[in-house]
């Protein structure tokens, strides 16, 4: 089949004109009818040029320049292309490297959990446990009593060779019970309720004592090193340390944190010429 620059070219000689002569009378390059005749089409301007250029030329040939323009449309359109349906939009969506699996994810959020309560319990324990506990009736205790104190203390004095230097508290009760004598360089604490209070009592580290106390209530807790409290109402809280009268741990309804051992007692006591020892 002669193609469409076949045609041109022929055309062109049958009129006896040369592409130099042409361009004059069409106002065309030279070289723009030569890529036309050799179908050269990438040479030429593109687009809207080309067909116009094509036309002219058509023209100026005696052609007829629509059957010119589909031979071109036929020669420059690729059969394998197909037109993209209107509205759609092909997008690759690449998937990531690595997906770890769900399993895996929620292994790691447990252990993190874990780890996280484990090395922050104790301050989680000493910060917010006033805060969380409810105000039982007055016949109720947060724990049960035998699990709030040791056994009873026994005649032998605390912290003496024989009893192997272990620590306990005076069961709290209304009326007092006798004490076995302090050992020597150990602290006794003595408190008094006279508002309702929450106690935490530490020991020499071993918790001896958690509950909520009532007006009236008295506890006694020796050591052979330190002692601990965390009080929740340090207005309602009245102590003595080593028989001695104590300073106020803190106002109504303050939570405070004491630390009583060798080097501080001096300081939590009250001192001789202080206004509540005047009265």
């Keep these: 089949m002669e193609t469409l620059g076949a045609r041109l070219k022929a055309a062109r000689e049958q009129k006896h004109v040369s592409v130099s002569q042409a361009a004059r009378e069409t106002r065309i390059s030279a070289n723009h009818l030569e890529s036309l005749e050799t179908g050269r089409y990438k040479a030429l301007p593109g687009g809207v040029y080309n067909r116009a250029f094509l036309k002219m030329y058509s023209e100026y040939l005696g052609l007829d320049p629509q059957a010119m323009l589909d031979a ?11 037109p993209a349906k209107p509205g759609h939009v092909s997008v690759q969506i690449s998937e990531p490297w690595f997906v770890p699996h769900p399993i895996v994810l929620w292994s790691i959020m447990l252990l993190v959990s874990v780890v996280t309560l484990y090395f922050g319990r104790g301050w989680i324990s000493d910060v917010f446990s006033p805060y969380f506990t409810q105000r039982p009736s007055p016949a109720q205790t947060l724990v049960k009593p035998e699990d709030q104190v040791p056994a009873p203390v026994s005649a032998q004095p605390q912290g003496s060779p024989a009893s192997g230097g272990e620590v306990a508290a005076a069961p709290s009760s209304r009326a007092e019970e006798p004490l076995p004598p302090q050992a020597p360089g150990s602290i006794r604490l003595h408190l008094q ?26 506890q006694t807790f020796d050591a052979a090193e330190s002692l601990y409290l965390i009080l929740g109402n340090a207005g309602g809280v009245r102590a003595t340390i080593n028989g001695k009268a104590a300073k106020p741990f803190g106002r109504d309804g303050e939570v405070v944190k004491v630390s009583i051992n060798g080097q501080s007692v001096n300081e939590l006591l009250e001192q001789p010429d202080s206004p509540r020892n005047a009265r």
């Design 72 to 82: 071109y449309h036929a020669e420059t359109s690729t059969p394998a292309e197909k």
């Design 193 to 218: 309720i006279t508002q309702r209070c929450w106690v935490s009592v530490t020991s020499d580290g071993n918790r001896v004592l958690v509950k909520l106390l009532e007006p009236g209530d008295t």
